[in-house]
C-alpha cells in the first residue's frame, strides 16, 4: 500500500488565487513528520514547509500552510495569492519514528500550473 | 557555498558499463541518501546511510551499490548499466540527532543518467 497518495497529477490555479495541493499518507508509527517539497523546473528540490504528528497547530510559512488533519491522516499543502513563479512540481513526503535510521518517503506528486 | 555536491551533472552509459555517482556535503551531516526520480512515479529511495560507517537498503536498490566513504561523501556505484536506471538521481542529506531533522533534507542538484 502507498504510504503517501497525492491524488492530482495536475492543477490549474490563476494568479493571486488561493490553491489545494491534496496529500494522504498511512502509518502506524504515532510519532512522524510530513514536509512538502518544491520541484521547479529546474529541477532542484526545495523544502517549504513541515508538520510534526504531535503539533497542535498547523504549519505556516509564509504563503504555505499545512492542513493537518490528523484523523483523516490528511495533510493537504493551502497556497495563498498563487504566483507565477509558484509553477512546479509538488511533493509530500513523511518521515516515521524518532530515530535516524529511517527516511523520507515520497508520494508521486503534483504538478502546480499557475497563469496570469 | 554549502550544500550537497553531486557529480556528474549530465551521463550517457552503454548497457553493460559501469559508473560511480559522487556525492559529497559540507553540512557535517550525520545521515544521506540516494533517491531516483522517475516520471510518474516521484522519488524513491535507492540507498542510505544513518551515520558514517552504515548503509541500508532503500526500496529499489536492485542494481546498485554504495559507499559511505567518510562523513562527507556517499557514492552511488551503477555495476552493470541497464537501460530500466535511465533516471534522475539525487543525493541528499540531513542533520538527524537521535531524532529526524524537522528541517527536512538538504538535495543535490542531481544527476541525469541516460543508458542506451
Known amino acids: 500500500a502507498q504510504k503517501i497518495t497525492q491524488t492530482q497529477p495536475g492543477m490549474f490555479v490563476q494568479e493571486k488565487e488561493a490553491v489545494t495541493l491534496d496529500c494522504t499518507y498511512d502509518?502506524?508509527?504515532?510519532?512522524?513528520?510530513l514536509f512538502w517539497y518544491k520541484q521547479p523546473s529546474s529541477g532542484e528540490m526545495i523544502f517549504l514547509i513541515y508538520?510534526?504528528?504531535?503539533?497542535?497547530q498547523n504549519a505556516t510559512e509564509g504563503r504555505y500552510s499545512l492542513n493537518f488533519q490528523k484523523a483523516r491522516k490528511s495533510a493537504n499543502l493551502v497556497i495563498s495569492a498563487s504566483q507565477l513563479g509558484d509553477s512546479a512540481m509538488y511533493f509530500c513526503?513523511?518521515?516515521?519514528?524518532?530515530?535516524?535510521?529511517?527516511?523520507?518517503?515520497f508520494g508521486k506528486g503534483t504538478t502546480l500550473s499557475v497563469s496570469s | 557555498n554549502a550544500g550537497v555536491t553531486q557529480t556528474p551533472k549530465f551521463q550517457v552509459l552503454k548497457t553493460g558499463q559501469s559508473m560511480t555517482l559522487q556525492c559529497a556535503q559540507d553540512?557535517?551531516?550525520?545521515?544521506m541518501y540516494w533517491y531516483r526520480q522517475d516520471p510518474g512515479m516521484g522519488l524513491r529511495l535507492i540507498y542510505y546511510?544513518?551515520?558514517?560507517?552504515?548503509?541500508d537498503k532503500g526500496e529499489v536498490p536492485n542494481g546498485y551499490n554504495v559507499s559511505r566513504l567518510n562523513k562527507r561523501e556517499f557514492s552511488l556505484r551503477l555495476e552493470s548499466a541497464a537501460p530500466s536506471q535511465t533516471s534522475v538521481y539525487f543525493c541528499?542529506?540531513?542533520?538527524?540527532?537521535?531524532?529526524?531533522?524537522?528541517?527536512?533534507?538538504?538535495f543535490g542538484s542531481g544527476t541525469r543518467l541516460t543508458v542506451v
Open positions: 541528499a542529506s540531513s542533520e538527524d540527532q537521535g531524532r529526524f531533522s524537522t528541517t527536512g533534507y538538504t
Open positions: 502509518t502506524s508509527d504515532p510519532s512522524y513528520g
Open positions: 508538520q510534526g504528528s504531535y503539533d497542535q
Open positions: 513526503a513523511m518521515r516515521e519514528a524518532n530515530q535516524a535510521g529511517t527516511a523520507l518517503i
Open positions: 553540512m557535517n551531516h550525520n545521515s
Open positions: 546511510s544513518a551515520s558514517e560507517g552504515t548503509t
